[in-house]
């Protein structure tokens, strides 16, 4: 079955790998497994990848270990200043090893590919590409990027019959155990396993994933600005934009500002 079979017309690739003959080779098994495809760019490094994605491919085909910055890395990044009405890439994270593929599972990828890719392992990528590919053009594309920017954070809806939420966090500061009313969070910044709480009184750890805190605590007040970043919408003094259309939010009891990426500004523009 061709692309054009399956509803899709001409899609577009990028690739990011920094070894030169497992590029080429990806490029030549790619074009006899998807002869439609068209590769736009072929990048050497992360941050030439981030640089490459303007041009808006369709799917990037991801190493997670290369110069400048991992796969992963570029996933986040690219999703950060996706424009709001593209649909968002499909990503596929390439590996010489298999136990990054959990991660990249975890990161929103399509699928994962062990070097050197087999052609065998390469048609079963395609095809689940190119079924993601027809699916998205026959639904609406409102909301995708928001949609994949939580994917990404792995902020999952909470279960059909969820517990009481709770009201007061208990969060680490050294050997101290902190009680923060959730009332009295600003925002929430996840780093790696953590999950930082800054709130009145200053900041202080959670030691569980976004993803769980969120399933945790009654959300209603709260507002995603950033792949990794959760605000209390109570505590929103302002929004400010650039010349270049980014906004950063000023809010009340911090002193640093905190930026929203491209995905989540639609919540900040006037009414």
């Given at each position: ?49 981030i640089e490459d994605a303007k041009r808006l491919p369709d799917v990037m085909f991801l190493d997670i270990k290369m110069p400048g ?203």
């Amino acid at each position: 079955m061709t692309a054009m079979d399956r509803g899709v017309v001409a899609p577009t690739a990028l690739i990011a790998e920094d070894e030169p003959l497992l590029a080429k080779a990806l490029v030549r098994e790619l074009a006899g497994a998807w002869p439609a495809l068209e590769i736009v760019a072929v990048a050497d490094n992360g941050i030439a990848a981030i640089e490459d994605a303007k041009r808006l491919p369709d799917v990037m085909f991801l190493d997670i270990k290369m110069p400048g910055k991992s796969g992963i890395e570029v996933a986040e990044a690219v999703a950060d200043e996706w424009p709001d009405d593209h649909p968002e890439p499909l990503f596929v994270f390439v590996t010489a090893y298999d136990e990054f593929a959990v991660s990249a599972f975890e990161h929103a990828a399509v699928d994962y590919l062990l070097k050197p890719a087999t052609r065998e392992r390469l048609d079963v990528t395609v095809a689940r590409l190119q079924e993601r590919l027809r699916v998205r053009a026959a639904a609406p594309r409102t909301g995708d990027m928001a949609a994949f920017v939580a994917r990404m954070q792995s902020i999952a809806p909470a279960p059909d019959e969820p517990a009481e939420p709770i009201k007061v966090i208990r969060a680490g500061v050294g050997n101290t155990v902190r009680m923060i009313p959730v009332a009295d969070v600003i925002c929430f910044e996840a780093t790696d396993k953590y999950v930082t709480v800054v709130s009145i009184g200053g900041e202080a750890l959670v030691r569980m994933s976004m993803r769980e805190l969120m399933t945790r605590i009654d959300t209603k007040d709260f507002k995603q600005i950033h792949r990794s970043v959760i605000v209390n919408s109570n505590h929103i003094v302002s929004a400010t934009r650039d010349e270049i259309g980014h906004y950063t939010l000023n809010l009340r009891g911090m002193k640093r500002t905190l930026n929203v990426s491209r995905a989540f500004s639609y919540q900040f523009r006037p009414m």
